[in-house]
């Protein structure tokens, strides 16, 4: 297959009642569930509902503003059944409207979205008081609850026939305010899900847990894309819920026998912070974490080691292997750049001579060498391969800076753009084909 909507409509034909993901509340308890066929048909009445209530057309791009949940998934793949294109967006803190809603207008600006889509919650919390002093609704696209969805099936579901074409944005925010896009290719989502797949050995049979924002990068490729390409069951938690249990996504592990488990270097904080006391309770209350294979932190900035190590240590007590603890890094311009799995769960920094690549080659020497540059710290690196960029979109002249380079040989490091560090471009978005 080439495109995820052939993938969902294949498993809800022959394995209908395969679990596909299952999200947990504050309490630990099952609060939602979806199997491949429930998935579908919530799918098909997404898709109804952008094209007889938004009357949308193909290519037409819809912005997603849900909390991290079920809603999301099947918002995602309506999309995808009605060949429209999803961005996926942080919805405003209700405790924070006047500095968070305008990271989502933006977004909504500069995707050039046709509608959005959002919960009955958020549309109320859309058209509050708070919210129109901040940012005009007005002015905003047709929003469209979900919580109402129509009960008959569309038409026809869209069939895309081009696996160059636009698939979704990945829109996030920089540490530095900068807000940067990227196009993803029906091409490239099939790479990226395969490699996931291949590394972390991914098979119906397998369960994953996941504690991460699903909004861009890795934590939205985990959550939404990766179960549907490869039939193993996610355990959905989000971080919010950490913040008034801490224990949830530890205990969940512990209690679900889960052998593989990804978080965010956010709820591995909360974890040291509001647990560091309580391991013996912990321990008493039958939590046992020696069963887990790889704990991997899904990140996009620089090694917390001393984060790492301090988590490995208060919970070596209750089973963790210390081994088991990795980073996969993630850069925002190139989702893939890199990923830490199971079959190599030590992280090591390989440290490479800079003057050999402004020549286009990589010559790996050892540490504290003069010009060595470690590529764990590097963050501009992409491969040249389904997954990279072809450029950053915007001004002709800008895109004339960039020079590909070519393959390596012999070596599995690959590089094709660099990106300067003094950009002025506030806005920019990436082409991943």
Known sequence: FLFLSEILQWRAQTTPDHVLYTLLSSRGAVSNSLTCLQLHKRAERVAALLMERGGLQEGDHVALVYPPGIDLIAAFYGCLYAGCV???????????ISTTLPTVKMIVEVSHSSCVMTTAVICKLLRSKEAMATVDIRNWPPVLDTDDLPKKKPPALYKPTNPDGLAYLDFSVSTTGMLAG?????????????????QCELYPS??????????????????????????HQSILIPPVELESNPALWLLAVSQLRVRDTFC????????????????EALKARGLDLSRVRACVVVAEERPRMALTHSFSKLFKDLGLHPRSVSTAFGCRVNLAIC??????????TVYVDMRALRHDRVRLVERGSPHSLPLMESGKIHETDPRSSAGFSGTASHNKQLKPSSRSSGCSFIFSYFRSENESNQQSVTTVA
């Not at 999803?86 to 924070?96: A, C, E, G, S």
Request: glycine share 10%; net charge positive; with cysteine.
């Open 86 to 96: 999803p961005i996926t967006v942080r919805p405003p803190h209700p405790q924070n």
């Open 182 to 198: 990227v196009q993803m290719s029906h091409n490239a989502v099939g790479a990226f899900c395969r490699s996931v797949k291949l």
């Open 206 to 231: 397998r369960e994953v847990a996941i504690c991460l924002d699903p909004y861009c990068g890795l934590g939205f490729v985990l959550w939404c894309l990766c179960s549907v390409y490869s039939g």
């Open 264 to 279: 965010s270097y956010s709820v591995m904080e909360l974890c040291t912070k509001g647990l560091g006391l309580q391991t």
């Open 339 to 348: 990923l830490q799995g199971t079959s190599g769960p030590d992280p090591t």
